[in-house]
């Protein structure tokens, strides 16, 4: 460093070109890395006392003097003197300059929230690889995972007291869809187990979707954490649109029901569920004629989108279908998925008004909690080999729905910087 005048810091730097401009670029990466090193180190100093007695909540807290400790930045390791203050002589210790700095462990806040975001995409090992290939940062595996848990147990901790803006839609929002589904990851020593996915959905009246509220959460017996988590999040939607229709949108399974009818006022079987059982009724109608098969099937389908009624139409036309003798000869597993269909028509024709629904602008397909299925716990916990423990998995299904929120990665970071980490700050009590 040339100098430092109030808080410019000047640092000059010297980079030995190579023959190869490979080596060139990593000579001119680690030299960025010692600067970035060493602006770090000073920036860390502003935030530190000067050894001067505290007042905490009435308690005095004196300093032990000034200890070293390594802190890991986005350029490398550093070590750093500070001013480690005590309560009267014992217990907790309490550090000033970590909680002024938003120090999260021994991660400066930069480094903590690029491997926060890394780890929500990615595999340790994964994560590990591109910090060296891209930053030159060597770090362990232990390391980005301790760290990526620290930052998730922030997230967590918060989740009721740190209430996240929405997005400024550009059309007023005329409808939220709220939809849940499960899907199976592997946990140690339990096998597969059910994971949850939830997602409040926001549409204008054009009924173009505008944003996507995603929640995730790691298997348990009975979903009650999950489900009352989403369900604070339901409340705090309806609260700032209390004119916007709430539409349940799910598949047939009957635990989705019981707790969408809760918290909505129209509900809505997805369409391709819907349409699906209508193969096994074609199959049973015309069993040897494709052609015939063929235009029933594609027929009814636009008939179920279409046409006022069709839900129940379809109905009363399978039980007709299920009673004749005919049909009584079919092979059994043609009589059965018949069976089904019937039984699947009589539980929820009456959330099949798919002609309304759509005059109304309201989404009739649940491809946007499916999806999230898959893009919140599959493409994560669900690779080659891949086997989870409960703490880890939750952990990281916490910012992986906080990264695939839009805006919300962003503003947590912004609720640290003003308000500090919680942990740190909970060392003076």
């Known amino acids: 460093m040339i100098r430092k005048e109030g808080k410019k810091l000047i640092i000059e730097i010297t980079v030995d070109l190579e023959d190869s401009m490979l080596d060139s670029e990593e000579a001119i990466q680690a030299v960025i890395n010692e600067a970035g090193n060493l602006a770090t180190e000073e920036a860390l100093k502003q935030f530190d006392t000067q050894g001067e007695a505290m007042e905490i909540d009435g308690k005095p807290w004196r300093s032990k003097g000034q200890e070293d400790k390594f802190y890991q930045t986005p350029y490398g390791e550093i070590q750093c003197a500070r001013h480690v203050y005590h309560h009267h002589g014992r ?7 970590e909680q002024a700095a938003r120090i999260m462990g021994s991660s400066t806040p930069r480094f903590a929230k690029q491997v926060g975001i890394k780890m929500a995409g990615n595999s340790a090992l994964a994560v ?54 499960g899907t199976c990851m592997h946990l140690r020593k339990e096998g597969w187990r059910e994971a949850m996915a939830g997602t409040i959905s926001f549409y204008d009246a054009k009924g173009e979707r ?13 979903k009650a954490d999950f489900l009352s988590r989403f369900t604070a999040e339901i409340e705090r939607v309806k609260t700032h649109f209390p004119n916007a229709k709430r539409i349940g949108l799910a598949d047939g399974a009957e635990s989705n029901w019981q707790f969408l009818t ?24 015309y069993p040897k004629d494709k052609s015939a098969h063929k235009a029933w099937l594609d027929d009814r389908c636009h008939r179920l989108k279409h046409s006022a009624g069709a839900a129940e139409a379809l109905y009363n036309e399978m039980l007709t279908l299920h009673a004749r003798k005919s049909t009584q000869k079919l092979p059994k597993h043609l009589r059965d998925k018949l069976g089904a269909a019937v ?87």
């Open 128 to 181: 590990q690889q591109d910090l060296l290939e891209c930053q030159g940062r060597k770090v362990s595996t232990s390391f980005l995972q301790n760290l990526s848990r620290k930052v998730a147990d922030v997230a967590g901790q918060q989740e009721s007291q740190w209430h996240y803006d929405l997005p400024n839609f550009e059309q007023a929002t005329a409808s939220i869809a709220i939809g849940l589904d």
């Open 91 to 97: 217990g907790k210790t309490f550090c000033p300059l």
């Open 343 to 429: 039984t699947y028509y009589k539980n929820h024709r009456h959330q099949m008004d798919y002609l309304s629904y759509t005059e109304r602008s309201f989404p009739i397909g649940s491809g946007v909690t499916e999806a999230a299925c898959k893009t919140l716990i599959k493409q994560r916990f669900c690779l080659a080999g891949m086997r989870w423990k409960q703490p880890g998995a939750a952990g990281i299904l916490t910012l992986r729905a906080l990264v695939l929120t839009a805006h919300r990665w962003t503003q947590f970071w912004q609720k640290i910087n003003l308000f500090g980490v919680p942990s740190v700050a909970a060392a003076l009590n």
């Open 262 to 285: 809760q918290h909505t006022e129209t509900s809505i079987l997805d369409f391709y569920h819907a349409s699906s059982y209508l193969g096994a009724v074609a199959n049973a109608k």
């Open 210 to 222: 505008q944003h996507t509220i995603y929640l995730g959460a790691t298997p348990e017996y009975g």
